[in-house]
């Protein structure tokens, strides 16, 4: 891709990603779960695809302070006419380094039983799905991993080679 910049994403870009956050997810309503926070105190390890002075991709990631050796995505998203050209594979790149500066061995992450793409995107990215509680459509599912019937398939991958 021409002139695609990936960098740590600022306080600035909040409100272009959450203007469009709910269309890139096809109309679901996530833009609650994704408050300014994460791009003011999670800033090291949160990254933005930038293409002529726009932004076509994001991810939101985290240290765990609970597990030193842990890190998490909150959020991965990509802009719909730049999808399936490995940008969001880039973004994880860069977040993968970043994460194991800071020591950390695995990464996780979880995702609605409804998003397949997801589904399918972070078993291509390497990720295995945790045991879970129920099976939806052969997948492994945690319920009500997240309260009020949020059920959830919940994601690791190692960082080690
Ligand atoms: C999921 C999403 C982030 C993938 O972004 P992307 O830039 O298209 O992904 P990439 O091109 O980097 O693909 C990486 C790998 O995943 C695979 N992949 C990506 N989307 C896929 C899909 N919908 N179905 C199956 N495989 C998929 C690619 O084929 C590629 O595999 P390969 O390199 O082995 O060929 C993007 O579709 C998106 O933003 N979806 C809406 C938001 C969302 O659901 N985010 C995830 C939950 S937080």
């Given at each position: 891709m021409d002139d695609l910049t990936i960098r740590p994403a600022e306080p600035s870009d909040y409100q272009s990603v959450i203007s469009t956050l709910d269309d890139w997810w096809g109309?679901?309503?996530?833009?609650?779960?994704?408050?300014?926070l994460f791009f003011v105190h999670f800033h090291q390890t949160s990254f933005v695809a930038e293409q002529d002075g726009k932004i076509i991709g994001f991810l939101i990631g985290f240290l765990s302070q609970t597990f030193p050796d842990q890190a998490y995505t909150h959020f991965i998203g990509i802009h719909p006419d730049h999808r399936r050209g490995g940008l969001a594979r880039d973004l994880y790149r860069n977040f993968f380094a970043a994460v194991r500066k800071h020591g950390c061995r695995t990464v996780h992450c979880v995702t609605s039983p409804v998003n397949k793409a997801s589904i399918a995107f972070h078993l291509r990215m390497g990720f295995s799905i945790k045991p879970g509680n129920k099976v939806i459509e052969d997948i492994l599912v945690t319920e009500n991993y997240d309260g009020r019937g949020g059920d959830r398939v919940l994601f690791v991958k190692s960082l080690e080679a």
């Open positions: 109309g679901r309503h996530m833009s609650d779960m994704l408050p300014k």
